[in-house]
């Protein structure tokens, strides 16, 4: 769909809602793998796991990849995968496509542009409000890819059964397991990711870089907003290559400002009854074990998923929504 002219109607908030649940699913079954490497690494080391000559060792993304396939099958890679899925068709679907229509909400009645402020508030509520929703899911995940083979601590048949298991075992609050320091992982990953490729699609389109000499001529400036903007608005090579590298910042910036969360946030969900008493003395263990540089474990896998994600992510929503929208008047 590369080259698609946008669409006379723009895209619907239901349009941009269900796009973007669809594009994190396709985003996670091309990233899954390196999204369990990721969760493999941030966990290793951690107190309660014995430091033995036995134990196995991750050393790298290629490393802890190969390790688990020789070890565990290649369908441990993408163990939690229907967990993830339910995540995203709840938690992307509010955190990215309610997006635009919250930032609509908090602009200024009659601006002309969004300013920053208000696209970092916009990220923050979006993000907030997706955890809130998805946290039961994004737990289960963790679990399912934080176990190896030879772990038989709290090991699950079903997706289903985790479910059942973690609320009888550990109560109802044992799905929200974590979910202040995910709140605040994604209030971060949110203005890390959804602003910065605002900002920078806003910057390619303006600067003309990606446009074409249509464009150019015309004179036109695009819209600041995710959603596909109106022919009056925006030239027509608002396109791939585009939206490839305002993803790729976007990813790259959310994995830098995330990753300590991202690090506190995966130990403390993935932890038994009684190991931390908070998300802070989460932290502070992971401190006094492993020092600051603990807060970056894994930062290579984190960029590689969270940058690939990004970037199969939002092309995806971009031609999903602009799809839906062509495809709207015959619906009609």
Same mark, same amino acid.
């Given at each position: 769909?590369?080259?698609? @002219? ?24 091309? &990233? ?51 967990? !993830? ?39 923050? &509520? +979006? ?11 994004? $737990?289960? @995940? ?22 059942? &298991? ?19 992982? =994604?209030?971060?990953? =949110?203005?890390?990711?959804? $602003? ?14 990606? &446009? ?38 976007? !990813?790259?910036?959310? +994995? ?8 506190? @946030?995966?130990?403390?969900? =993935? ?43 939002? $092309? ?17």
């Amino acid at each position: 769909m590369v080259g698609l @002219k946008p669409p006379e109607v723009p895209p619907t908030a239901a349009m941009k809602f269900v796009s973007a649940g669809m594009a994190g699913c396709i985003a996670d079954l091309c &990233t899954f793998p390196l999204d369990t490497a990721k969760v493999r690494l941030q966990i290793q080391g951690e107190v309660r796991i014995p430091r033995t000559i036995s134990s196995v060792e991750y050393r790298g993304v290629l490393g802890t990849l190969s390790t688990m396939v020789r070890t565990e099958g290649a369908r441990s890679l993408y163990r939690g995968l229907a967990a !993830g899925l339910q995540r995203q068709m709840s938690f992307a679907s509010i955190r990215i496509g309610l997006y635009d229509s919250v930032k609509q909400l908090y602009a200024p009645k009659g601006a002309e542009n969004t300013g920053v402020s208000t696209r970092l508030l916009a990220g923050c &509520t +979006t993000g907030a409000v997706a955890v809130a929703c998805a946290q039961p899911t994004d $737990v289960v @995940k963790v679990r399912f890819q934080a176990r190896s083979v030879s772990d038989s601590a709290r090991r699950y048949s079903s997706t289903v059964d985790a479910y059942r &298991t973690i609320a009888r075992e550990e109560g109802i609050h044992g799905l929200w397991r974590g979910t202040m320091p995910n709140i605040a992982r =994604n209030a971060i990953i =949110n203005c890390g990711e959804l $602003v910065t490729y605002d900002l920078l699609k806003d910057a390619l389109l303006r600067a003309q870089l990606m &446009t074409g000499e249509d464009a150019g001529e015309r004179g036109q400036v695009p819209s600041l907003s995710l959603q596909d903007p109106t022919p009056s608005s925006s030239p027509p090579l608002d396109n791939v290559p585009c939206h490839f590298v305002a993803a790729f910042g976007a !990813g790259f910036c959310a +994995t830098v400002v995330a990753s300590p969360v991202d690090v506190v @946030k995966t130990r403390y969900m =993935n932890a038994g009854p009684g190991q931390y008493r908070s998300a802070l003395s989460c932290l502070l263990a992971l401190l006094v074990q492993d020092g600051p540089a603990g807060l970056y474990k894994g930062f290579v896998p984190s960029f590689l998923r969270l940058g690939s994600w990004n970037v199969v992510m939002f $092309v995806s929503y971009e031609q999903l929504q602009r799809a839906m929208a062509l495809a709207r008047p015959g619906l009609a």
